[in-house]
């Protein structure tokens, strides 16, 4: 079975303290009066395409899976989180040194304290690069680990489901070159079902009630 790929796309997690620009606030257009328009009737929701009896070929979107699915969303979560806080520990670097660059600019000092505050500087810049290298290697890591559990997660749900359905290949829509199929053959949300139910957190006891004391 072809290697899945968890949908999180980590492009530009951490900018190198060097190039950290602060961008100017946008300027927000003068509001607007806003027209009166007739509220939209409500369009009922379609209902789903219906599995086509003795089909045995089917396909789904490993990508939907990754991104709607519990799992998916708990993985992407830690990615995130990871990502906010190197970023936010760069970014604190990243003030030191322009709060120092202002000190060189504005401050009236001694040869000498210029040249240790250039030395801080440069050791400041030198700690940002390795710290985005470090940030970008452990983000890579975290990613890698997810995507491996991911896989091993999903892999017995796809094969669950194909066995339930009856059909002898499913396809990666993305992978596959798909031009176009019916639509009662995408097993992407009857895979997400399972998915979700299988890994489910289990509900947490009741709390426990204190017996009263006797006097």
Do not use: C
Not at 77 to 92: T, Y
Not at 125 to 135: L, S
Not at 155 to 182: R, T
Request: proline share 8%.
């Amino acid at each position: 079975m072809k290697a899945f790929t968890v949908a999180v796309v980590v492009s530009g997690v951490l900018v190198s303290g060097l190039a950290f620009a602060q961008q100017p606030p946008a300027q927000n257009p003068p509001a607007q009066p806003a027209a009166t328009q007739a509220p939209a009737p409500a369009v009922p929701a379609a209902a789903p395409a219906k599995f086509p009896e003795g089909a045995r070929l089917a396909y789904i979107n490993i990508q939907q899976i990754a991104a709607e699915s519990s799992e998916g969303k708990t993985f992407s979560g830690r990615i995130e989180a990871l990502r906010a806080k190197k970023a936010a520990e760069l970014n604190e670097k990243n003030k030191l040194v322009e709060t120092n660059q202002g000190k060189m600019r504005s401050a009236v000092m001694s040869e000498d304290a210029r040249a240790q505050l250039q030395k801080e500087i440069d050791k400041t810049q030198v700690d940002i690069q390795r710290m985005t290298q470090d940030a970008q290697a452990e983000l890579q890591e975290l990613q890698n680990e997810l995507q491996l559990d991911f896989q091993r997660k999903l892999g017995p749900v796809i094969q669950a489901v194909a066995k339930e359905k009856g059909v002898h290949f499913l396809f990666s829509q993305a992978d596959s070159g798909l031009v176009w199929a019916d639509p009662g053959l995408d097993l992407t949300g009857d895979v997400i079902r399972r998915f979700d139910a299988a890994y489910a957190a289990p509900p947490k006891p009741p709390a426990a009630v204190a017996a009263p004391v006797k006097k």
